[in-house]
């Protein structure tokens, strides 16, 4: 499974952004699909997950502001990402596992956002 990300940029406190990562490869073996953000300084965090069912997970600091959805028949994952604040410039990264508990990472995008 590969992984390509896309969307990222600078946008101003209160905006929004629309992150996309497409797999290619094993897309049915694909199991969960989330989005991971690494900071400057900081450890890398799970922002968002959802399962192959639909069933979603988000960080509390997100929650309310970023919406995850996934389309599995093209083995997309989208985060609209919306009311966004300084505190979520960051590094962020595509993630997918497998019903192996295989881990797959695509290539990070930035989002900066300005005060």
């Known amino acids: 499974v590969q992984l390509q990300a896309s969307g990222g940029g600078s946008v101003q406190a209160g905006g929004s952004l629309r992150l996309s990562c497409a797999a290619s490869?094993?897309?049915?073996?694909?199991?969960?699909m989330g989005w991971y953000r690494q900071a400057p300084g900081k450890q890398r965090e799970l922002v968002a997950r959802i399962t192959r069912g639909g069933t979603t997970n988000y960080v509390d600091s997100v929650k309310g502001r970023f919406i995850i959805s996934r389309d599995n028949a093209k083995g997309t994952v989208y985060l609209q990402m919306n009311s966004l604040k300084v505190e979520d410039t960051a590094v962020y990264y595509c993630n997918a596992a497998d019903y192996y508990d295989n881990n797959y990472w695509g290539e990070g995008t930035q989002v900066t956002v300005s005060s």
């Open positions: 490869g094993s897309i049915f073996s694909i199991n969960g």
